[in-house]
């Protein structure tokens, strides 16, 4: 896989051109997407301590508007890198009760079965 290839499926996300279920689960777990998350959530992170040298700034009476401006970006930013981040896997914490109530691993609960509309 070609870097521009790459950056394209990491910009675009679900935008992305149609690809086979392998090549979907070869991306989604693809390590430069877990960075891109991973930088998403520093970039969030830095974002809000810039905001809150705006806000020091703020209370100061000398308030610094490119502070704030730069947090926006950072946040968003973060944001945008993030948004696509893989899910985690599933934790297993009430196996023990969905087991005992009779339902497996992978069946439904019977109040989030979606009905069709009419």
């Keep these: 896989m070609n870097a521009s290839r790459c950056w394209r499926l990491l910009l675009c996300g679900a935008s992305a051109p149609q690809r086979s279920n392998y090549e979907k689960t070869v991306w989604y777990n693809h390590p430069v997407r877990e960075l891109a ?20 700034s703020d ?16 946040v968003g930013a973060g944001w945008l890198l993030r948004k696509n981040r893989p899910a985690p ?3 297993g914490r009430f196996s023990l009760l969905r087991r005992r109530r009779g339902r497996g691993e992978h069946e ?4 989030s ?3 069709p509309e009419d």
């Design 37 to 56: 998350a991973r930088m998403g959530t520093f970039s969030i992170m830095i974002g809000f301590g810039v905001l809150f040298l705006f806000i020091l």
């Design 59 to 74: 209370l100061a009476q000398q308030p610094d508007f490119d502070y704030l401006f730069l947090a926006g970006v950072l």
């Design 89 to 91: 896997p599933a934790s």
């Design 108 to 111: 439904q609960d019977p109040d």
């Design 113 to 115: 079965q979606s009905f």
